[in-house]
């Protein structure tokens, strides 16, 4: 797949394409861009995805931390394995709040040769989204090509999307959020040092550093997967602010311990987090040892979770 920075930067002929922000590249995207790929194929036209980094929320409304389901890199990485031909990853600026959508339309066309594209019936761009469905077959009438509406996807009656995935999580719901992803959720970090209590303990875990605006699931203790240097084992990580040592931490950090992990330290080493299942949400133990008592019992939990899933879907190669 080819990956521009720009739409400047692209130079494409007989593009069929989509634009959309696609995080999380979920069940509805990867529809969309299954059936998109097929069908430019079918015609020997190039499957194009136009998406946006920073997110246009955080233009128009403000940063936001926490928020993110994948990184620019996963998400092109996921779309690649779709069949999509070119990806453009454009920068959303306040210039491109302001273009006009017959102006933006135009520069589709110039750059990419456009004979189709894909949207669904709430689509809108340009400025004040004045570029809505019909306004673009207009457009299109004028300049050239032709517009396809796509069905939203549907899990148990509601629309799959991305700000339903991300409330999902907020409430430490990781099971209904893999339905509508089609995959566990899951996020990668450098390991850095913590407060090595783990260790002292007996229980070792893996501190990581994520990126600040990945959301992350609610504090609580998961059954995960830890996946190192390609090698996957099962886990229990907890998310939170220790509440039983006072740490008073300014954010929820996330820490992991790795089931029968036989390697060393792999501090500054990449570590990736699949979420399986949420065991219990965090609490404030009246010392150690209560602490200890319930950790080992996550443990015997996780590991029952984790063995009921050695036959399932989860246990799939992660894509």
């Known amino acids: 797949m080819q990956h521009f920075a720009s739409l400047q930067q692209a130079q494409l002929k007989n593009a069929w394409l989509t634009i959309g922000a696609f995080d999380g590249v979920h069940l509805g995207h990867q529809k969309i861009l299954k059936d998109l790929a097929a069908s430019a194929h079918a015609n020997r036209a190039l499957a194009v995805v136009l998406t946006f980094f920073p997110h246009p929320v955080e233009v128009l409304r403000g940063p936001r931390n926490a928020f993110y389901l994948t990184s620019p890199q996963e998400k092109a990485e996921r779309i690649a394995a779709l069949g999509i031909d070119a990806l453009i990853t454009h920068p959303f600026t306040q210039e491109t709040v302001s273009i006009s959508a017959r102006d933006f339309v135009a520069q589709l066309k110039k750059q990419l040769d456009l004979q189709q594209l894909w949207v669904g019936h709430d689509f809108a761009l340009g400025h004040n989204r004045e570029g809505d469905v019909p306004a673009l077959r207009a457009f299109g009438a004028d300049l050239g090509f032709s517009v396809h509406l796509v069905e939203a996807v549907e899990v148990e009656g509601e629309v799959v999307s991305s700000s339903r995935i991300r409330a999902l999580l907020a409430e430490g719901d990781i099971q209904t959020a893999a339905r509508l992803l089609g995959r566990p959720y899951g996020f990668s970090g450098e390991v850095v040092s913590g407060a090595n209590r783990g260790r002292s303990l007996g229980i ?90 319930q950790i080992h019992k996550d443990i015997k939990a996780a590991r029952t979770v984790l063995t009921g899933q050695a036959v399932g879907w989860w246990n799939e190669s992660l894509p």
């Open 204 to 293: 070792p875990t893996a501190n990581l550093k994520v990126w600040e605006k990945r959301a992350v699931p609610a504090s609580g203790v998961y059954v995960t997967w830890a996946t190192l240097k390609n090698k996957r084992w099962g886990s229990v990580t907890n998310i939170g602010t220790r509440p039983t040592f006072d740490d008073k931490l300014a954010a929820p950090v996330v820490e992991t311990h790795i089931l029968d992990y036989d390697g060393g330290d792999f501090y500054g080493q990449t570590l990736r987090l699949d979420f399986l299942a949420c065991l219990r949400a965090e609490q404030r133990f009246d010392g150690i040892e209560a602490l200890l008592a």
